[in-house]
């Protein structure tokens, strides 16, 4: 039965950085495609960001790219999202999740695994 876990969230004022951790825990995940996804209030879920199981392939929604940076250590079983350059269009829940198919969490935006989520809000 694994477990993801994620830390990290706060309040920061726009133009900051936040680094987003996920835990993940009984069992490893080294094997699975890992992301993070949004979710705004009164709005639908937002894929953000997602690595492979190697950490050799990396994908981002457009509204991220050159400003969050996912990474994957397997022997530690974290992954991380550090984000820069916050905007208040950024503020929502963040959760972690893990599919074994990298198509399943990217294209289909499904999952075997997420975490609780933890709160980002970047004040203007």
């Known amino acids: 039965q694994g477990q993801l876990v994620e830390s990290g969230g706060g309040m920061v004022q726009a133009g900051g950085s936040l680094r987003l951790s996920c835990a993940a825990s009984g069992r490893t995940f080294s094997g699975y495609a890992m992301g993070w996804f949004r979710q705004a209030p009164g709005k639908e879920r937002q894929f953000v960001a997602a690595?492979?199981?190697?950490?050799?392939?990396?994908i981002y929604t457009d509204s991220v790219k050159g400003r969050f940076t996912i990474s994957r250590d397997n022997a530690k079983n974290t992954v991380t999202l550090q984000m820069n350059s916050l905007k208040p269009e950024d503020t929502a829940v963040y959760y972690c999740?893990?599919?074994?198919?990298?198509?399943?969490?990217?294209?289909?935006?499904?999952?075997?695994?997420r975490g609780q989520g933890t709160q980002v809000t970047v004040s203007s």
């Open positions: 999740a893990a599919a074994l198919a990298w198509n399943t969490l990217v294209f289909r935006n499904e999952y075997e695994y």
């Open positions: 690595i492979s199981w190697s950490g050799g392939s990396t």
